[in-house]
Structure formats: structure tokens, C-alpha cells
Nanobody, 126 residues
Framework: QVQLVESGGGSVQAGGSLRLSCAVS????????MGWFRQAPGQEREGVAA???????KFANSVKGRFTISRDNAKNTLYLQMDSLKPEDTAMYYC????????????????????WGQGTQVTVSS
């Protein structure tokens, strides 16, 4: 059973940066398809960024050029570097992993993952 623990959230002004971390246990991060999602109050959970076992990445249009996803296999940790943050980036951010079927079309869909972390809050003020 894969377990995920996010950290690194906080409050930042618009234009600032944050780096989220997701510690993975129960399997090797390098063997998993992994992603970052976010959910603002009253809104659906949306995919932000994903990385598959080959290292290929996928990003939501809203974060392209601002967010970077990476994986440190030695630390078994997934990261999300968020730069040029905007107030609309405010949300609870979740780490997700899929250890079975990794379909490319589902990499930014919640249904494409079978393990989730508890989330970390990101608040961007204007």
C-alpha cells in the first residue's frame, strides 16, 4: 500500500514561490505514475502536473511555464516547484500515485490514481 505525505504549503504573496514535497512510502517513487492535484473550496479537484515512470511530464494549461514537477528517487520524494504564483493558485494541493495501470489520458484526472495524500494548503494573496 502506497502512502503519501505532503508538506511545504503555506502563505505567499502573488509572484512568489513555494515548493511542495510528497514523501512516498510502500513503493519506490520511480515505479509509480505520480501527480499533483488541487482543490479550491466549492470546486472540483483538478490535475496540475504529472510525471510517469519514464520521466515524461504533463501539465495543466493554467500552470505551464510556472510549475515544475520533479522526482528524487534517492529520497523517494515527489516535488512541485511553483513559481510566479497567482491568487487563483490558492487551493489544497494533493499528491497522488498510481501503481497499476498508468494511462496517459488519465494523468491529470483524479480517476487515474489509486493513492492520495492528505493535502497541504497553499494560499496566495494579492
Amino acid at each position: 500500500q502506497v502512502q503519501l505525505v505532503e508538506s511545504g504549503g503555506g502563505s505567499v504573496q502573488a509572484g512568489g514561490s513555494l515548493r511542495l514535497s510528497c514523501a512516498v512510502s510502500g513503493d519506490a517513487a520511480s515505479r509509480l505514475c505520480m501527480g499533483w492535484f488541487r482543490q479550491a473550496p466549492g470546486q472540483e479537484r483538478e490535475g496540475v502536473a504529472a510525471i510517469i515512470t519514464t520521466g515524461t511530464q504533463k501539465f495543466a494549461n493554467s500552470v505551464k511555464g510556472r510549475f515544475t514537477i520533479s522526482r528524487d528517487n534517492a529520497k523517494n520524494t515527489l516535488y512541485l516547484q511553483m513559481d510566479s504564483l497567482k491568487p487563483e493558485d490558492t487551493a489544497m494541493y494533493y499528491c497522488a500515485a498510481e501503481d497499476r495501470e498508468c494511462l496517459w489520458d488519465l494523468r491529470l484526472q483524479p480517476s487515474g490514481y489509486n493513492s492520495w495524500g492528505q493535502g497541504t494548503q497553499v494560499t496566495v494573496s494579492s
